[in-house]
């Protein structure tokens, strides 16, 4: 992968969180303790945030950093969420939840 095709990824990846968790980029550059023309840059490809930055974005979403950039998981939040919960449950439930799942 070209550094042009992460960066691009990035970005999309940043708009698809950011209107997924309906905040502006004002909110969103608040939160990280940013400016908002900081975001600006970031989500326009003027600028490719440090690893530090990437870091605290993940963190803000409560999400890894593979999976921000993991392009098959559509709403990465929730599914980090639910594998959180997931871990927890008893075997025989989670024997139930994949049954439950699998049936089309």
Not at 23 to 31: A, T
């Amino acid at each position: 992968m070209e550094f042009e095709e992460v960066q691009q990824l990035l970005q999309n990846r940043i708009i698809q969180l950011m209107n997924s968790n309906d905040l502006s980029m004002y909110q969103f550059s608040l939160s990280l303790g940013k400016s908002p023309d900081y975001i600006q840059k970031v989500v326009s490809g003027k600028l490719m945030p440090p690893l530090p930055v990437i870091v605290d974005i993940c963190n803000h979403f409560d999400i890894t950093i593979s999976e921000l950039f993991d392009t098959s998981i559509k709403q990465p939040e929730k599914q980090h969420r639910l594998m959180r919960l997931l871990q927890y449950l008893p075997e025989q439930q989670l024997d139930g939840l994949i049954m439950l799942l699998s049936k089309e």
